[in-house]
């Protein structure tokens, strides 16, 4: 895992020069970054640069042009950054720097059209240092923030919906959704066991379904082991044999695989006898994958 890091005594010049010298580094908070696309972090970190060096530019320009044209023109180019930061300000919860750019916007949209030269006498100068003191805001906020460097295979892991495993299983196994969504998360962040602890408690899912589709009474099922319930849906699906239909065939066959997960994986995993790393994770979330969609489509559709 490779995380992005800042020093923590971080100046104006850390924060426009991305990434900043070298140094002690923090992390940056995970859940922010999983909501924030890394097209939004570029933009807040070159942000000042490119406004700093559209005062600078303005400032030459107004040695050839008229002064209050060049002040309006550069106000308007700092406002339409503005329009674009607040967002992700507010996205990231920089308050300190949202404060900041509003006590601008207040005020120098003083600014009429004709630039009202009296009402900002020292204009350049007064406008680079609240974009500096915007760039400190900016800076000093983003100390109390960890970001991680997601992978680009591992961060296909973090874009989830209801139908990561298709749309047959969420139509069986609805109930299993949300910890699918937090099996891929996890594997997406490399918490591998994580994420098969999920993937267990979603086919436990499929376990109780089962049950359901024998018509297999248990009493409180969700307090029973997988070992107490599979002691009854397997003898009740081979009951079929001879004359299975294909749904009693695919359930059959499950209770069977799902008795060898019990063994291979869910034991191990919530009885706190092993870890898994990285491959035995991912193949573990195909095989689950590919178990629950094969089931799913067994069973039929649902009207």
């Known amino acids: 895992m490779i995380m992005i890091a800042r020093t923590d005594n971080a100046e104006t010049s850390d924060l426009v020069r991305w990434p900043p010298s070298a140094g002690s580094s923090r992390l940056v908070s995970l859940w922010v970054m999983l909501r924030v696309h890394a097209e939004d972090f570029v933009v807040l970190t070159?942000?000042?640069?490119?406004?700093?060096?559209?005062?600078?530019?303005?400032?030459?320009?107004?040695?050839?042009?008229?002064?209050?044209?060049?002040?309006?023109?550069?106000?308007?180019?700092?406002?339409?950054?503005?329009?674009?930061?607040?967002?992700?300000?507010?996205?990231?919860?920089?308050?300190?720097?949202?404060?900041?750019?509003?006590?601008m916007r207040n005020l120098y949209d003083t600014i009429d059209s004709a630039g009202n030269s009296e009402a900002f006498p020292d204009f350049f100068r007064d406008?680079?240092?609240?974009?500096?003191?915007?760039?400190?805001?900016?800076a000093n906020?983003?100390?109390?923030?960890?970001?991680?460097?997601?992978?680009?295979?591992?961060?296909?892991?973090?874009?989830?919906?209801?139908?990561?495993?298709?749309?047959?299983?969420?139509?069986?196994?609805?109930?299993?959704?949300?910890?699918?969504?937090?099996?891929?998360?996890?594997?997406?962040?490399?918490?591998?066991?994580?994420?098969?602890?999920?993937?267990?408690?979603?086919?436990?899912?499929?376990?109780?379904?089962?049950?359901?589709?024998?018509?297999?009474?248990?009493?409180?099922?969700?307090?029973?082991?997988?070992?107490?319930?599979?002691?009854?849906?397997?003898?009740?699906?081979?009951k079929f044999k001879p004359k299975q239909t294909k749904e009693q065939e695919c359930i059959a066959r499950a209770a069977v695989h799902l008795r060898l997960v019990s063994i291979a994986w869910r034991n191990p995993t919530m009885h706190c006898r092993e870890r898994f790393d990285q491959k035995q994770a991912e193949e573990i979330f195909a095989s689950v994958k590919t178990f629950m969609t094969n089931l799913a489509d067994g069973l039929g559709r649902i009207d």
């Not at 042009?65 to 309006?72: F, G, K, Y």
């Not at 700092?78 to 300190?96: A, H, T």
């Not at 406008?127 to 900016?138: F, K, T």
Request: glycine content about 4%.
């Open 127 to 138: 406008l680079e240092r609240d974009l500096a003191d915007l760039s400190r805001h900016i």
């Open 46 to 103: 070159t942000a000042i640069r490119d406004m700093i060096s559209c005062v600078d530019r303005a400032k030459k320009n107004s040695q050839i042009a008229p002064l209050d044209v060049v002040r309006q023109g550069v106000w308007r180019q700092i406002c339409s950054y503005f329009d674009r930061l607040e967002p992700i300000c507010k996205k990231l919860e920089l308050d300190s720097a949202e404060k900041q750019i509003t006590h």
């Open 141 to 238: 906020q983003f100390q109390d923030r960890l970001f991680m460097f997601i992978s680009p295979k591992q961060a296909g892991f973090l874009d989830v919906n209801p139908l990561l495993f298709g749309e047959a299983v969420q139509s069986h196994f609805s109930g299993a959704t949300a910890d699918i969504e937090d099996a891929s998360y996890c594997l997406g962040v490399e918490k591998w066991t994580a994420g098969v602890f999920y993937l267990m408690r979603a086919m436990e899912r499929v376990l109780k379904t089962l049950a359901d589709k024998l018509e297999i009474k248990i009493e409180k099922i969700e307090y029973k082991t997988w070992k107490e319930i599979l002691d009854q849906i397997e003898p009740a699906a081979q």
